[in-house]
């Protein structure tokens, strides 16, 4: 499909093929994140020539699968799986990793300028 693609191919194809193994894992009861993987690639390497079908999926998938992606995960945690020290140091990592992001920000601050460092 080299060239201008006025009616969308690419992302017609691309959807498709997302759907159609979106169905397929599910009925072999494997993994979904396999197959968007699998179709990752096969996008990756089919459309090489087209810079253009990212910029095309990327807001269906950042506004839209990143949502259901995260709703699924928060809808299906076990919170009595959590327990109390994993999550003490769940926070004291975090903490860690804004405590390293300020120094880093002090040290780098007078040659990389204010709104490189944030």
Known sequence: MPGVDKYHQD???AFSLF???????????IDVVLGAFVVGIFIATFFDHNKDLEHKLAPFGFGFLITLFFVHVGSSLNLSLISLTMLKDAILIVLAMIFIRIVAGFVF????????VI
């Open 11 to 13: 992302v017609r194809i």
């Open 19 to 29: 759907f159609i193994m979106i169905a397929l894992l599910i009925n072999l009861h």
């Open 109 to 116: 601050y007078s040659t990389m300028g204010f709104k490189k």
